[in-house]
């Protein structure tokens, strides 16, 4: 069989693709190219595929593609995305592609990576850019602002390159050291504040007649009304949301506070973890690797505006705009680890904290500055939140920060009350 | 609609979009072949999405594209076996054994039996459509049971043995990712990710959805749509409310108002949030203008 790179013929149903099949469709621009432009490495005979046909060691190449780069692609989600491609025609490399996506289902998040490895490995094209951040509901909103008018930073100050509106793009490691993360994790599910479920247990006191468990004690006891079963409503923890600002200003802190959320994350399993500086980036799924090493060079390839600027109105009012995003703070503990230093006009803060405060059952505020004894919020952005705050707390150290949430199931006095008495 | 093979319907995915289409809804390729791949495969088919996009109505006129019944099941937090398989009639199986004296009764009769919707789909002697709604919101132990239910189509109640489906019911799952859903449910589906449409798609679901509307209205209210939810909204409006907002506009142009002011009045069916509200107003003119350029 000769192959036509410009009008190949399907392996699956022996009919040549129509010229420009695959034009007007997403990926109008691209040539189509046949899809055995990458052989899998290992011959067929030792992974025992010899009675497949030719024209599916691509498929099947891909899936392992996909497992090499840690998606989760079962053998049934392969053989269906074949089943797929032979129900599809397939016409054009459009409907392999679609094949794909609706069968090895990629996680939204990892949408782009997916697409990148798709065009590598049926097209050929290598010069692909996995994107880090692909989350698409945010994209639009994140892209709004960064057309805004830059703001230079006005001043320089101890503790970074301060915060600026300014993006600046890079990458960044992480090496372990010790601390008293450990018992933080062991410790968090149990300290977090806890709500009231809608699900039930059993109980033996105070609580609602079972009648199932009643009935079958009456049918089993020929007749009897033995004690009363009683059930009632369960407590379960309230979700945690952790959301970190990496900007310049707070470039000291952010390692520590990434293996503090990494710890939170695996500590309690409703927890959320989102970065802001110029754009929001949410990295929990990267985080729930056990491995901190791991999750963390993860979640450090996921953030593209390390020790950038700050726009923290906008990103907080993006992350709110999305649904499921503020869904994740309703009802949570919710604390926000940063300067709280606002560039230009802070009414985009204002009433990003006045949103988060009606929805969060505790919105926390830890900023370094509150290390140093001179601290008091006096900023026109921190008096400005200060009354919607729950509480305002020192967040310099890893330490006390842990300390900090393992105590938010207490009561304590409102930010504003606190802070009128030291001032 | 009589009812007929699915497969016989889902011949490709043009033509399941043109069915669909025929049951007033617009599905863009990518969607018309999940739904196809969902149907031919005999997969549940999972739909994700930000809420207002349609997820739900995909599911309703899936049915009537196959002239199925639909069964949904709502989830929430706490849902359990007994509220989505079956529960027992337990004050009535009480007052039957009270009633029944000295006389043998078997309280597992199935007048006792309160079927819930996934048991109603197994027990249809016809195959039906089941929309399992916003499994996001349910807790993983149901996600759990659920899975189990999806992989052979059985019941089995403990009193009365196992129940198989008749016919193997065509599921649709929608959710709103306000928590990851479990792996083994992921691939167990078809996936596809719902978005919001572009402007030409909307104005042509607006001309679809709405009663008597004007073309030139569709198009403006998709046009202000997209850039009103660009917008950091706390509800950002779905697809239901710019065919109501194009409706209400309509309305109150017949009644007198000329247009700029009759889109600017008509917002309170767009944005259902009084923070929104203000946060949008100082621009909808604007906007409002722009799109009926």
Known sequence: MTRDVDNPISP????????????????????PAPPLTCLPASSPRERGEESLPRAAAPLLGFGRLLRRYGFAVAPEQVSGFMQAVTLLGPRSMADIREAALATLAPPADRRDEFEAHFQSHFHGNTSAVVE?????????????????ERIEAEQRQEGGELSSALEQLSARDFQRDDDGLTAFRRKLSAALPARRSFRTVRTHSRGKLDLRRSLREIVSADGDVPSPLLRRRQTVPRKLLILIDVSGSMKLHTAGYLKLAHAAVQGADRTEIFTFGTRLTRITTALRIRDRDQALARAAAQVDDWDGGTRMGPTLLAFLSVPRFSSFARGAAVIILSDALERGDHAELEAAMRRLSACAFRLSLATP????????????????????????IDGSSVKGLTDFILSLARPAPTAATMWKRVS | MAEVNAETLATSPEAVAQQLAAS????????????????????????????GVG????????????????????????????????????????????????????????????????????????????????????????????????????????????????AQPIVILTSNRTRELAEALRRRCVYHWIGYPDAAREADIIM??????????????????????????????????????ANAATILEKGGSPWPEAFRRAIGVLIKDEE???????????IVEEALA
């Open chain 2, 55 to 166: 997820k739900t109505e995909a599911a309703k006129a899936i049915a009537e594209m196959l002239g199925r019944d639909l069964v949904r099941l709502q989830c929430y937090e706490g849902i359990d076996a007994a509220h989505a398989l079956y529960e027992w009639n337990y004050q009535r199986q009480l007052l039957a054994i009270r009633h029944a004296g000295e006389h043998e009764i078997d309280i597992y009769d199935d007048r006792f039996l309160i079927a819930r919707p996934l048991l109603q789909v197994l027990r249809a002697p016809e195959q039906r459509v089941l929309l399992v709604d916003e499994i996001d919101r349910s807790d993983h132990e149901f996600e759990a049971l659920l899975l189990e239910f999806l992989s052979d189509f059985q019941i089995s109640i403990p009193e009365r043995g196992t129940i198989r489906a008749a």
């Open chain 1, 12 to 31: 699956f149903t022996g009919r040549r693709c129509p010229e420009g099949a695959d034009e007007g469709r997403r990926h109008g621009g691209q040539r």
């Open chain 1, 369 to 392: 500055l509150a290390g140093d004894p001179r601290f008091r919020p006096a900023t026109a952005a921190l008096t400005a939140i200060l009354p919607v705050l729950d509480d305002l």
């Open chain 2, 208 to 245: 679809l959805r709405a009663g008597d509307v004007a073309e030139d209205t569709a198009r403006a209210v998709a046009a202000a749509v997209l850039t009103i939810r660009a917008r950091p909204l706390a509800k950002p409006p779905g697809i239901a409310e710019a065919v109501e907002w």
């Open chain 1, 132 to 148: 880090g951040d692909a989350d698409e509901e945010t994209r639009i909103k994140d892209d709004g602002g960064a057309d805004d």
């Open chain 2, 276 to 286: 929104d509200l203000s946060y949008i107003a100082p621009e909808l003119g604007r």
């Open chain 2, 24 to 51: 007033r809804y617009l599905a863009d390729e990518s969607l018309a072949t999940a739904i196809f791949l969902a149907i031919r495969l005999g997969k549940p088919l999972l739909l994700e999405g930000a809420p």
